[in-house]
């Protein structure tokens, strides 16, 4: 396990504690920070738990490199029902996650930002059921506003 000063130095590195220092870093406070890995074929791929009695996704903060495609796995160790609402270009993917289950997940995620995802069951995202996948890159350059550049934090 992370600690405080340790996460604190990643989020940093990943520039997610900045935007008035109440990002990522204030909202998820707990938990782990993960990454994507990529395959071979290009697509990225991580796994997301929720482990017993803990009512968190670990990691909370999933961190892709880039853009695209992502395997998720997701599973649920608690001895509760819970689902995952994931975020996807398109339509929202949504997976129940019984007492000790898995299931798996196919997104697209093509664009820079912040996809939250959460279990809308019960009052699980109330308890702390809520993530984040970050997808770190710029946007491509056919999909940016006709603005001038505005001033990065």
């Known amino acids: 396990m992370t600690t405080l000063h340790e996460r604190a130095d990643l989020l940093s590195k990943l520039g997610l ?3 008035n220092k109440a ?3 204030q909202v998820l406070g707990t938990g782990r920070i993960g990454e994507a890995t990529e395959r071979s074929d290009g697509k990225m791929e991580a796994t997301i738990r929720i482990r017993p009695d803990e009512i968190a996704w670990d990691p909370s903060i999933l961190v892709m490199p880039h853009g695209g495609d992502i395997e998720l796995t ?19 993917k949504f997976i129940w996650l019984v007492n000790h289950s898995r299931g798996r997940a196919s997104l697209n995620l093509d664009g820079p930002g912040y996809y939250w995802f959460s279990s809308p069951t019960g009052n699980d995202e109330g308890r702390g059921l809520t993530g984040c996948i970050v997808v770190l890159g710029d946007v491509p350059p056919e ?6 550049d505005q001033p990065r934090p």
């Open 23 to 25: 990002a990522l870093g």
């Open 143 to 148: 999909a940016r506003l006709d603005r001038p």
């Open 17 to 19: 504690d900045v935007q």
């Open 74 to 92: 997701l599973i649920n160790d608690d001895l509760n029902t819970h689902c995952a609402l994931l975020p996807n270009n398109g339509d929202r």
